[in-house]
RNA sequence: GCUCCCUUCGUCUAGUGGCCUAGGACGCCGGCCUCUCACGCCGGUAACAGGGGUUCGAGUCCCCUAGGGAGCGCCA
């Protein structure tokens, strides 16, 4: 006997048993029940990737099913995380409340080819029925009594619609990243496909959606591995193709725990929030389970080139925030400054600082680059640009506004004054001359001025940082810090 | 309880029987560089869950145990 349909977990899953080239379909099918977590992204991400990667079409579609649950708000985070992310789709979105006329026609089809039936039990029937068997130790299911229930229906009971499972054989899924796992058809029951008021269930609908869809890779978190038999055989009821199905391991917190609301940032939009590119979060992401090799760093070209659903990890991932962060700074310092600064605009507005009034974003970028690990840090230190501190960082005030700097920071001020270009490289000249001057090292020099113009003894180099600030503010706040120098060596005296 | 899945440094991972006295990355610890903070560079710390097989040889194959996780809804 010869398994020619075996499809083992490395063969290519693009490809059709037969070598047939096959038209990659993937889908990202979320229920708007809350934020939009990582978990979610990332699997939105490995689909996205392996449609782009064979040319294919990803779709979303919202599995808006449960009416009790379901927010328009909701829907509205996953599109915004989407859209935040990049992971633009194809088709869609499409909602499952929008195609109940199609279930029910298809519940109707399967009523009538007698591939399924009304069930009468109660509730209380059913959960009887649960606690015996969990008292003999047995695994809860429907033990398939209205199956072949004959007679008039029971008056006054709003029957639910059970799917005729097979009742021996086994199913075989070849899942792209477990490999082969097999399910007794006697471990499956009989389940609901359509409630007591007609509307159809989960495991049902997805079956339905994925069928008329034409999803060809179904590539979902592994708690769904369960459901794959279930799903398997109405689809075979159905006389519909077999997707390939690829479960991704669950995400856990950074304490191994699984992930909640506990653990910190889960949404998406608290990433952004927090100060991460995209860029990064994706990184992030696609690395927390898969690799090439050594490679930490991926473009998302090289992603789309190099991902392939095979390669995914079978176990389940830890969050790690600290490796996150440097992936955020290493984004933060390669990507390109007009791109960062288009994002820094946005924190910066939040701070409800006004990125026109003072120098051009890009070049603080440059400058901040490599000393923020996130855009809310970066933000922080650069509203100092657009608009006046507060107040001095007392300890560093202490150790560098003091009267004997005085003379210091009037003597540069004097030549600043004068200096005929404001740049950089002029700005830098003459600090290395008043250094010279009072017989200092640069560092005695640029410290009390740092201290004077940012309000704190950390800064971009000296003098970029002048050069950013432009002539006015310089001269503003170095007479102001000669002005606290004088008033605290009067509150001395 | 039953079924299914998983198990390499703290974390993400490389590794598809000999190239492994187990490599990389984050973190951490030292050092160098330096006008501050950083960046960068150099070095160090640290793992094959346990036990049986198979084999000349096992992190890699098989079995068992332990530990994690998921599912068992008129939720998705």
Redesign the pocket.
Known sequence: MFFITIQSR?TTGAQAPGNKPMTVRTRFAP?PTGYLHVGGVRTALFCWLYARKHGGNFVLRI?D??LQ?STAESVNAILEGMTWLGLEYDEGPFYQTERMERYRAVIQQLLEEDKAYHCY???EE?ETM?AEQ?AR??????DGRCRSRKGPAPAGVAP?VRFKNPVSGSVVVDDLI??R?V?NNA?LDDL?IA???GSP???FTVVVDDMDMKISHVIRG??????TPRQINILTALGATLPRYAHV??I?GPD???LSKRHGAVSTMQFRDEGYLPEALLNYLV?????H??Q?IFSIDEMIELFDIT?V????????P??L??LN?HYI?TCDPAHVAHHLSWHMGRREVDPTDGPDLVEVVKAQR??AKTLVEMAENSAIFYRDFDSYNEKDAAKHLKPENAELLRGLRERLVVLPDWTAEAVHEVINQTAEEYGL???KV??PV?VAVVGR???????ITLALLGRERTLARLDAALEHISRRTAGAA
């Open positions: 490395k229920s599995e099913t449960d649950r039990c109660s509730k059913l649960r969990l130790k047995e695994k809860p299911r429907y639910v477990k490999g796992v399910f471990e609901i409630r007591s008021d269930t989960y495991n592994d708690d769904h591995l369960n459901n391991p669950m856990l191994g725990q699984r690395r927390l389970g898969w690799s090799g050594d930490e390669d990890q079978r176990s389940a991932a830890s969050v790690n600290d490796k962060l440097w700074q310092k490599e000393r090292k640069l560092g640029a410290q740092r003894a950390v800064s971009p180099p000296i003098d």
